[in-house]
């Protein structure tokens, strides 16, 4: 991104790309509507995202943003320029934090858009209930009872309906028809017919009751009402709303979390002194202080001070890494000892953490949507349905000149083809599923996810965090000849005890707990990038690189440096251990594996996956890893950025990847693969990024997910079958006057009930 793309941020000059924020999309079929209008346009390539309502649109010179905009507000939707925040704000810090999210799918709009339909929804519910059961259940109906049922269903019909019948109407002024067509002509119609039955037919009267007689009778529609449909299919169709709009608030989670971060603020060196300010109004040049523990607040050169820095969550390398002046170090990793002096070279949206953030974005962006199976019916269910009903009632005008036959026919159509078991197939499936999945330590985050479980074949596991644990710990003891190895790891153990490097506390750490409490240590020094030296029981003590003996004139014996190097080739960190003036022995420590991860490749293996290991590690590193867990394919020393595009070279192989990872590192290729799977012990970035999250943190449970995953996917398919395949059976008896359309409306909720009962069954999954 250059500097000159400040004020405006897609220009004629720059002339390319624009992102759109797109309102009022309801369903797939709103979505490819607006991006088949817009790639129409001469010169212009779009992909409209329903899932963070976006458009991203490439265009030539010759197209205005303006045309663009006016292009979809024609279809009856709405439409935004999304302008990015500038790459190095100086002063307030707002723009830059705000703009972020906001760009992101920010929950500011989200947040009221999911209180809104969760009120709604609450509403119609607590009316709709009794309507339905008054209706249903004979026994219920006092007198005028229907006039309670009217006064209950009204305002979930007029109110509760809202968005279906203004999203209905919207597509009928540019003669489209999508899900919500469906939803409000037959709850209209039931709603009108009720009326009218109430008002002007005999409904009305005291003491009439609802039977469920399976006798057809072409001339009593005036005695009979359809309130408890109306309501229903209303409640039903805004629960499966509300549960898809409080998933798509989260689309932007993913950037929000890399945005967050970052440093907050940074100690600055200003005319000699030391400013505490705001990271964001950095500057190239700024020159900042970071003490032991802070993050460091942006990208830059260290000029002043050593220490070891923790980058896992940016490069996935497990082992700290030594700076010192001169060296480049990277924003949001962690200084873990020294103080540092760091001059800044790249601020704001230049820096390494923001191009992750873009990663992330355009891997969420160009992540295929899998439509909904019911959209899908309903883009020639609907209008079929329409003709169908139309053609019903003018049949029976002609043929038996009865109105009122006509009209019952015509409404019994509208009502058996309410799209209420379509509306419940994939939330109640998808509740059962993710409730016991989080039994399980398991969190599916929407049904938009499950498709791709059914295809994956291979999956791509990140090594740090999530085949190993992450931390480093201590290994082999090899001493010398004539030492004691508990000797050894006593006195190596106590200096390494009074520093802060990880890998002095992996040391530490083993000794205590393989030889007790450790002596005190005096004169203790730390020598930067070498080791530590200090005096324990009396016993000048060095631990250290090979460098650091041989500065103080200690020479190793060749078995011991043979020992230092294989370490070395095996990707361990290797420490040599010396007092008094002689070698005694060495020390390795590495990133231990989980115990369970060997037991999660073989069931992955058993799911017919094809293991793959990808990490920032070094290949010795991630070999060795490999080799003890059972894994043939290795990649290693790779960037976040090439994560991304291993990703895809696997899909380019025609292969459907699946993604495990625990780190910002991976957080673009668990956005960018088929399926993403997160460890719900990693980061916020990676979580969120993620189509599934493993809540324990263990990998064994990647296989448990796969498998529940893929028996919800089951499970919502058989629900839409047989939602579908009852209209199918059912349309012709209703158009042919053989079913009452209070017997559609019974079969209707006995449709549901069937679907509902079905997606029970998954709380039996093992």
């Known amino acids: 991104m250059s500097d000159t793309a400040t004020e405006h941020p897609i220009s004629a000059v720059e002339g390319s790309e624009v992102e759109l924020a797109i309102g009022g999309m309801t369903c797939a079929s709103c979505s490819s509507r607006i991006e088949r209008k817009l790639n129409r346009l001469e010169g212009v390539t779009a992909s409209v995202n329903l899932a963070t309502e976006k458009a991203r649109v490439s265009y030539g010179d010759g197209v205005a943003v303006d045309t663009l905009i006016a292009t979809v507000e024609k279809l009856g939707y709405t439409a935004e320029e999304i302008v990015p925040p500038p790459p190095e704000p100086l002063v307030a810090s707002t723009p830059s934090a705000g703009a972020g999210p906001d760009a992101s799918g920010g929950s500011g709009t989200g947040e009221s858009e999911v209180d809104a339909l969760r009120r709604r929804l609450l509403v119609s519910a607590v009316l709709a209930l009794p309507v339905v059961l008054m209706a249903m259940v004979p026994a219920l109906q006092f007198d005028n009872w229907q006039w309670l049922s009217l006064t209950l269903a009204a305002p979930v019909v007029v109110w509760g309906g809202l968005p279906f019948h203004r999203a209905a109407w919207t597509n009928a002024r540019h003669a489209a028809a999508t899900m919500d067509t469906l939803v409000s002509v037959g709850t209209l119609a039931a709603f009108g017919w009720s009326l009218w039955a109430l008002f002007l037919g005999d409904a009305g009267m005291p003491g009439m009751r609802h039977g469920f007689d399976l006798t057809v009778s072409r001339t009593d529609g005036s005695a009979t009402i359809y309130l408890e449909v109306a309501a229903g299919v209303i409640t039903f169709i805004l629960l499966g709303r509300y549960l898809e709009a409080r998933a798509k608030r989260k689309a932007g989670a993913a950037l929000r979390a890399l945005l967050e971060l970052g440093a907050k603020d940074a100690t600055v060196l200003r005319d000699g002194r030391e400013v505490r300010v705001p990271a964001e109004q950095l500057r190239v040049g700024d020159r900042f202080v970071v003490r032991p523990g802070e993050k460091i607040a942006t990208d830059g050169t260290v000029v002043e001070g050593s220490s070891a820095i923790d980058a896992a969550l940016l490069t996935g390398e497990s082992v700290p890494v030594d700076v010192t002046v001169g060296d480049a170090v990277t924003g949001a990793t962690v200084n873990t000892s020294g103080r540092l002096l760091v001059e800044a070279s790249r601020v704001g949206s230049d820096t390494q953490l923001a191009r992750m953030a873009r990663l992330v974005e355009d891997a969420q962006s160009g992540k295929a949507q899998v439509q909904r199976l019911a959209d899908r019916i309903a883009a020639v269910f609907v209008p079929v349905v329409l003709l169908i009903a139309a053609a019903t009632l003018g049949a029976w005008l002609s043929v038996t000149g009865d109105a009122t ?63 190993t644990t992450g931390r480093m710990e201590l290994q082999d003891v090899y001493a010398a000849d004539g030492t004691p190895e508990k000797e050894l790891l006593r006195l190596a153990g106590a200096v390494e005890h009074a520093s802060e490097h990880p890998v002095a506390r992996a040391v530490a750490e083993g000794a205590q707990r393989r030889c007790g409490p450790l002596p005190a240590v005096e004169s203790f020094a730390n020598v930067p990038g070498l080791g530590v030296r200090g005096t324990v029981e009396g016993h000048t003590v060095l631990v250290g690189r090979e460098q650091l003996l041989t500065d103080a004139g200690v020479k190793l014996p060749d078995t011991l440096s043979d020992t230092l190097a294989e370490a070395h080739r095996q990707g361990r960190t290797a420490v040599a251990v010396a007092w008094d003036g002689v070698a005694r022995g060495a020390l390795t420590v590495a990133d231990a594996v989980k115990d369970t991860s060997a037991e999660a490749v073989r069931e992955l293996r058993a799911l017919g996956l094809t293991p793959v290991l990808l990490t920032g590690d070094h290949w010795a590193v991630a070999e060795a890893v490999a080799a003890e867990v059972g894994i043939d394919e290795v990649r290693a020393e790779v960037l976040p950025q090439d994560k991304v595009a291993a990703v895809r070279e696997l899909q380019a192989a025609g292969r459907t990847v699946a993604m495990v990872g625990d780190g910002v590192n991976d957080a673009a290729a668990l956005a960018a693969a088929d399926l993403g799977l997160a460890m719900g012990t990693g980061t916020d970035a990676a979580i969120e990024a993620g189509d599934l999250t493993l809540v324990r943190g263990d990998l064994r449970v990647a296989a448990d997910a796969i498998r529940l995953s893929r028996r919800t996917l089951a499970t919502i398919k058989g629900n839409l079958f047989w939602a579908f395949g009852y209209n199918v059976a059912a349309l012709p008896l209703a158009a042919a ?13 006995f449709s549901s009930v069937f679907v509902v009962t079905n997606s029970l069954r998954l709380k039996t999954f093992r």
């Open 405 to 467: 036959a006509a009209f019952t026919a015509a409404v019994a159509v509208l009502i058996i083809a309410c799209p209420c078991a379509l509306g419940l197939a994939t939330p109640t499936a998808l509740l059962v599923g993710t409730g016991r999945g989080a039994q399980l330590g398991i969190l599916i985050k929407g049904p938009e996810v499950l498709e791709s479980t059914r295809r994956v074949d291979t999956v791509v596991l990140d090594k740090t965090g999530t085949v």
């Open 737 to 749: 006057g053989l079913l009452n359309p209070m017997i559609a409306g019974a079969a209707m909720a």
